[in-house]
């Protein structure tokens, strides 16, 4: 028998059909909405008088477009967005999809919610209208983003037409520093191979390095992998994962377990697979990493300096200076910022809130910026504060916001001005996504709680708090 990567494993496990050299139908065990990418897909099935066929196995949030004051019931006061929070609630009633509504007590990002909540184990295939899918590979799942006529066609027979992708394997392995992070390692691996380095490819993340990731920081690693270009991320589950999931599924009891661990045991690439690509790092070269230009690969070590506009990338790193109003040599290091954002589906879990909090503990936030911490959904808003975390980040001088997407993408009431730079613990640095004319510099939450502390990006390392 032909040894298989994991990737094929999973591909070739939910194969409907094989529909030429490049193309299968794939089975999608579970389906992500959001109220950004879903209202055409429902028109589209109203228009054909369609109904969904499997409505338990596709999952509806609001968060992108709801707003994250901290108020105890939240209106959204935007008329269109508005519109599609109620035309969301209105489909899934209709269609009888379970939905976490605005004011659901566990309402959350798409890819915070449904880990926390059990829907994700090993072996599924996980799709969303939302690039950052690629998250549940931490537990290998194979997840990816659609597009909104894929989600109609996913919502109609619970199947999508799929290209099938090469195999990319990344090894990393080592120890990460002390101060460094998953955020910084992924930060690291773009900025060598490329914001098109893994384009067309899913990438089996793997070594010692990896496994000694907890579950949260997997999740960081695999969320950004689609910043390389990926198509999809994927760790091979251990005991660590499955410890993970089955904490958080009541439903796989007894009777379930063996079979579930028996099916779990064989989900990893086999010894002699073939990938098409492969790149190894060391956990010993990674430093915090924050990005200087409008692309997540355009990052710097903390210790670094801004690359001068020369060779094959002069004109983009010419672009992108221009923008960020920086210069070729340059250090990151004291560079001041106007706002701090710690949240997003990358940086909004209760172990992200913990650094964050064990960095800014007994300290106050700079008078010259204003900071905010939005965590990722209402569970863990609840356990921040259950564990005394929210009051630490208060009492420093954090703004303690409601769960949503928040300042990630200015779909939103929190939203930068021009020319207003921000430390984020984001996953994109592009023009404008914070906000027409801001300027977003990437890093981990400790870099981010450094910064929010002094005024400027700092080297957490620096402060003996990470």
Request: aromatic share 6%; charged share 20%; net charge negative.
């Amino acid at each position: 028998m032909t040894p298989k990567t994991l990737y094929r494993k999973l591909v070739d496990s939910h194969t409907v059909v094989t529909l030429d050299e490049q193309n299968v139908l794939l089975f999608c065990d579970l389906q992500l909405m959001n109220e950004y990418t879903s209202p055409q897909a429902f028109a589209g099935l109203l228009e054909q008088n369609r109904e969904v066929a499997m409505p338990g196995q596709n999952v509806a949030t609001v968060s992108h477009i709801i707003p994250t004051h901290p108020v105890q019931h939240r209106v959204i006061h935007d008329s269109a967005s508005a519109l599609q929070a109620s035309n969301l609630k209105r489909n899934c009633d209709l269609h009888n999809i379970p939905l976490f509504d605005t004011n659901d007590s566990l309402q959350g990002i798409e890819h915070i919610i449904a880990p926390e909540h059990g829907m994700i184990r090993p072996g599924m295939v996980v799709i969303c209208g939302d690039s950052h899918t690629t998250t549940y590979g931490a537990l290998g799942a194979l997840g990816f983003g659609i597009g909104t006529s894929e989600v109609e066609h996913v919502l109609a027979t619970q199947t999508l037409v799929y290209r099938l992708a090469q195999d990319m394997r990344i090894r990393v392995d080592g120890h990460l520093p002390i101060g460094t992070t998953s955020k910084d390692l992924i930060l690291m691996i773009i900025s060598r191979i490329s914001a098109q380095g893994a384009r067309g490819f899913v990438v089996e993340f793997c070594g010692s390095a990896v496994e000694s990731l907890s579950i949260e920081a997997r999740f960081t690693l695999c969320n950004m992998a689609v910043e390389a270009g990926a198509r999809g991320a994927l760790i091979a589950p251990d005991e660590t994962a499955i410890t993970y999931v089955l904490q958080r599924a009541p439903d796989i009891d007894a009777s379930l377990r063996s079979r579930a661990l028996a099916h779990w045991a064989t989900l990893r690439s086999d010894e002699h697979a073939s990938f098409d690509v492969e790149h190894y790092f060391d956990a010993e070269d990674v430093a915090p990493y924050v990005s200087w230009g409008t692309s997540p690969d355009q990052s710097i070590p903390i210790t670094g300096t801004i690359p001068h506009a020369e060779g094959s990338q002069r004109a983009r790193i010419e672009h992108a200076l221009h923008y960020t109003g920086l210069a070729g040599g340059m250090p990151l290091e004291g560079l001041p910022v106007d706002h701090v954002f710690i949240g997003s589906c990358t940086n909004a879990r209760i172990e992200d809130l913990r650094t964050v909090a064990a960095v800014v503990k007994g300290r106050h936030v700079s008078p010259s910026l204003r900071a905010m911490v939005v965590p990722g959904s209402g569970a863990v808003k609840a356990q921040a504060e259950a564990e005394g975390i929210a009051q630490v980040l208060i009492d420093a001088g954090f703004e303690w916001r409601q769960p949503g997407c928040s300042m990630c993408l200015a779909m939103n009431d929190d939203v930068l001005a021009p020319g207003q730079r921000c430390a984020s613990t984001t996953n994109r640095n592009f023009e404008g996504r914070q906000g027409r004319g801001s300027i977003t510099h990437l890093m981990s939450p400790a870099m981010a709680a450094a910064a929010a502390l002094t005024g400027y990006i700092t080297d957490v390392r620096k402060l003996g708090g990470s």
